[in-house]
């Protein structure tokens, strides 16, 4: 039967990371994005030279520093989720019964087909 059975791992497919081919070939595609971008505005920075000096020194300053963020982009790493749940749900724990209460020994009552005596504060008994 496949039932619950107890002491097995429980894993949630939700919290799994994508797969490492899909992560680099995000990563390539982002690196492609920025390198493009950054060849757009170092031509834009030639065409614009004479034409708008502030608007081509914007795009040549783009230019040089697009290619040190792109390659820190493209080499971040695998991405970690904070904000998933975690992938390893632990089984549920049995909850921990208190020790009794260390009481002193206890007198035999009505119960015990014993009568139970008080003592006789006369010494009668």
């Not at 919290?15 to 493009?36: F, P």
């Not at 614009?48 to 020194?57: C, D, G, T």
């Not at 015990?112 to 009668?124: T, W, Y």
Request: hydrophobic share 45%; net charge positive; no cysteine.
């Amino acid at each position: 039967m496949l039932g619950k059975q107890s002491g097995a791992e429980v894993f949630r497919i939700t919290g799994a990371r994508q797969g490492l081919a899909e992560d680099v070939r995000g990563r390539q595609r982002r690196y492609v994005i920025s390198m493009s971008v950054r060849t757009v505005s170092v031509v834009a920075a030639a065409v614009l030279w004479n034409v708008e000096r502030h608007v081509a020194i914007v795009a040549l300053a783009l230019g040089v520093l697009l290619p040190y963020v792109a390659v820190v982009i493209a080499n971040a790493g695998r991405e970690n989720s904070p904000s998933l749940p975690s992938t390893f749900v632990p089984a549920a724990t049995r909850p921990v019964l208190g020790a009794a209460p260390a009481a002193g020994p206890a007198e035999p009552g009505p119960e015990s087909g014993r009568v139970f005596r008080s003592p006789d504060p006369n010494g009668h008994g």
